[in-house]
């Protein structure tokens, strides 16, 4: 071999590399691209499904083999929802107590959170193992504690103690994702506030509260979501109409012999766009503050 031939294999092969490394990258990416693909049809299935159930009459529902377009096109299943004033108010109890419980999770939270944060006290690490604690016990076991203690208190089938138990395992949430932000802000910007005149709780609010939006954002999404999709407790505690939520209104669709699967597909759809609408608009506030206290300052 001269060495002219030499010379340019010497300056073929490094783009002969590149041109396998990228190769490669293109290969990974694609396969990456085809597994989210399949992950994306296997959780949009049921969704898709849902939807077209609920726009085609219940003799369409259990034909096999089935169809994804309806023969017949009809909107009865949502014309039954929006003409019950039943249904309405269980649309309304859900709203409030979904509202009363993510607002009183983020105050009460927040202030805990900053105590735990900014201080240090007797019985610190014993308060944050036994919040760590409460998200890891299953709520199920809680059911026959709370029914009786509802039944004492006079709390049975209220909105009150739906509220009351929701808040027993959303605060806990609360605390530790607001606490591992607030620990990332330096303390010298609150210093920094109350040597020009605020007091804490001014320094607080002017300074800690808007750099923590997005956990708070996040925060309070998930505790929404929480409470919007509860089923155990509400089963357990309410029992009238007028103080039921949309997880038990949609059971109560399912009978023993007969089943109403189109109302009971809208029903899903409705309950379903609330939380579909909050993640679109804030999803990456909620990524931001979850992810925070990953960080260390």
């Known amino acids: 071999m001269t060495v002219a031939q030499l010379g340019a294999a010497a300056h073929t092969r490094p783009y002969l590399g590149k041109i396998g ?11 990456s691209y085809l597994l989210l693909l399949i992950a994306i049809a296997i959780v949009f299935f049921p969704l898709a499904w849902m939807l077209t ?5 219940n003799i369409e529902v259990m034909r096999m083999p089935p169809t994804w377009l309806p023969e017949i096109f ?3 299943g949502y014309r039954k929802i929006f003409a019950s004033p ?25 202030m805990a959170a900053y105590a735990l944060a900014r ?9 944050l193992m036994f919040l760590i604690t409460t998200q890891m016990f299953p709520l199920v076991l809680l059911c026959i504690p709370y029914f009786r203690i509802f039944i004492t208190l006079g709390l049975y089938d209220t909105r009150t103690s739906l509220i009351v138990v929701y808040l027993t395992f959303t ?17 010298d ?9 605020c007091s804490r709780l001014g320094a607080i609010f002017r300074t800690l509260v ?3 939006y997005p956990a708070f954002i996040g925060a309070g999404l998930y505790t929404f979501l929480l409470a919007w999709n509860e089923f155990l407790f509400a089963v357990v505690l309410i029992e009238s109409w007028e103080n039921r939520v949309l997880t038990m209104a949609i059971y109560s669709l399912m009978a023993e012999f007969v089943t109403d699967w189109n109302t009971m597909m809208a029903f899903s759809v409705l309950a379903s766009l609330p939380l579909v609408m909050a993640f679109i608009f804030l999803q990456k506030f909620m990524v931001q503050g979850m992810t925070a206290g990953a960080l260390t300052s």
């Open 189 to 197: 910007i609150e210093e920094a506030a109350m040597v020009d005149g």
């Open 74 to 76: 009809t909107l009865e």
């Open 21 to 31: 490394i990228r190769g490669r990258e293109r290969l990974i990416n694609a396969a």
């Open 86 to 110: 039943r249904y309405l108010l269980v649309f309304a109890n859900t709203m409030v107590i979904s509202l009363l419980v993510t607002v009183l999770s983020l105050i009460l939270g927040a």
């Open 171 to 187: 605060l806990p949430f609360c605390i530790l994702m607001l606490r591992s932000y607030f620990i990332n802000i330096p303390r």
């Open 53 to 57: 159930v609920s726009v085609r009459p």
């Open 210 to 212: 808007p750099m923590s």
């Open 119 to 127: 201080f240090k006290f007797a019985g610190q690490r014993a308060v």
